[in-house]
């Protein structure tokens, strides 16, 4: 094989960077991250609304220069030689688009307007929507359960979004051919064809989050969705042909957007996912092997041949979707609403006197950045037993059963409680959350061999990924790989671009191994246990309708 490379863009929630990988021996060539002005700026979002939108030049113009960027500090010889180019975005992130496929927010009237632009994945305003969704999923005319794959339906996903938005913004509705998942979006834009109906929708998107399925012909029926609302019947009809695999080709980059990024026109443009699938490629996801992807929230992921889920009940306790992960499996997907933004809102809560009092700024951001890893260091030498009990439902419950309802809360306080206990039960909910679906999983006879965490609280804290390790009772690995989404990216390039036949054989190339593994303590396992009993407890006190098998 002629040294060949390959690019992997992923847009985060923040920023978007860019990541050039040699796919001869899968060493990092450079890598370059841009922000999104706009959305840095807090533009586009009411947190106490639970509102975050983001406007489509934000990831334009971020693509443009993380690329532009990486390729600059490639060197000589580098640009010459890109074969391919794959990206992947937060999800489910749609955006409602005219018949060409524009984003309304890209065309003067709408500039300004958050209905028109990209409705990121934690916009939770579609709350009532989800529920409503769900019903109709459930009983319709079809006799069909549309839910049995990936279970009740969510405000993060598309159609709620869709049906909020459209009931709320009658000009939207009215100029709104079709709506689109930022993941489909950025490739169709860079491949050339974006009309609705033609476009390159992928089986991520379209599997976990629209409910596209084999076994009812793709979408939820058009009496389903017209029941909710005829206006979805119209988004229906525009999807399309129907998804497509991460590693599919759409075709070489338009001239236009080869001269923005500083490429030849002849790279290949791969298809996408959603990021927290791309990254568990990225890190090693296999049929043997779990990836949790853990940051903001938690996204855990595993793929196998479909006769592995045959009559099992699973829509409890994760989302199943055809080739959502790897092409030709099926991939399976938990995880919980929050887990890293468990501990922001924490150390928010502590900090908030300097932020009402006027104080040194130059203090202030020195304890912001240390503030967590202090807590680690103290929480780390405190007993296991006799302190708080938390419940880690800040963002309602993803897994296992949805409750989008559902509230934290912290139990045990007296007066001398400290700051450390109440964040050692904290951390202490997120790992039992882990385990929680994990037992789920179990319970259906869905247990991995080997568990690996990714992402910067992986790498990072070593009291959590221990506690984790010490909570789940088995050993957990931690991928070196720094930037694992871009890097799952890059791995759909060099597939799509034929440089690799699949995934999996890509993956032995250009997968980084592990950082460290971290081995359960039999001694401190034995008292989590017990702990566990606790986070179970007031789960039942603060949910009395949660089934107790889960």
Sequence with gaps: ??????????????????????????????????????????????????????????????????????????????????????????????????????????????????????????????????????????????????????????????????????????????????WVEHSDWIPALLSGETRPERMYRSACGAGHKAYWHSAWGGLPSESCLGALDPYLVQVRRSYGRGPLPSTHALGPLTAEWAR????????????????????????GVNGSTMVLNLGTSAVDMFAAPAAAFAGRDMAYAGGQAEDSIIPGLVGLEAGQSAFGDVYAWFKKLLLWPLDALSGS??????????????????????????????????????????????????????????????????????????????????????????????GGIAQKSEFLMQLLADVLGRPIGVSKTRQACARGAAIYAAVASGLYGRIEDAQRVLCEGMLRTYLPDPERAAQYRRQYARYRSLSAFMDPGLPGRA
């Design 1 to 178: 094989m002629d040294r060949r490379f390959v690019i992997g863009a992923d847009f985060g929630t923040d920023s978007a960077r860019a990541l050039i990988v040699d796919v001869l021996d899968g060493n990092e060539i450079a890598e370059a991250t841009a922000g999104y002005p706009r959305w840095l700026a807090g533009k586009y979002q009411d947190a106490p609304r639970r509102m975050f939108r983001q406007h489509p030049l934000d990831y334009l113009e971020a693509l443009t220069s993380c690329v532009r960027g990486a390729l600059g500090r490639a060197g000589a010889g580098v640009r010459e030689r890109i074969a391919a180019l794959s990206v992947d975005a937060t999800g489910s992130t749609p955006c409602p688009v005219d018949k060409s496929g524009v984003p309304l927010a890209l065309l003067p009237e709408f500039s300004e307007n958050p209905d028109a632009m990209f409705h990121l994945w934690k916009d939770h305003t579609a709350i009532e929507e989800a529920a409503e969704i769900t019903r109709a999923l459930r009983d319709n005319r079809d006799g069909v359960d549309y839910t049995r794959y990936q279970g009740p339906y969510a405000s993060e996903w598309y159609w709620a979004k869709i049906l909020h938005t459209s009931r709320l913004n009658p000009d939207v509705r009215g100029a709104a051919w079709s």
């Design 260 to 283: 923005r990024l500083g490429l030849d026109k002849g790279v290949i443009v791969a298809g996408s996912s959603f990021d927290a699938h791309a990254g568990a490629v990225g890190a």
């Design 361 to 454: 700024a130059a203090y202030r951001r020195e304890l912001e950045e240390n503030l967590l890893s202090e807590l680690d260091r103290a929480a780390e030498a405190l007993p296991i037993e006799n302190g708080p009990a938390g419940l880690d439902w800040f963002n309602g419950r993803r897994y296992p059963f949805v409750n989008e309802h559902a509230q934290s809360a912290v139990t045990g306080l007296h007066m001398g409680t400290t700051a450390p206990e109440v964040y050692r039960a904290l951390v202490a909910s997120t790992a039992f959350g882990q385990k929680r679906i994990l037992d789920a999983w179990a319970a259906e006879g869905i247990e991995p061999e080997n568990l690996v965490a990714v």
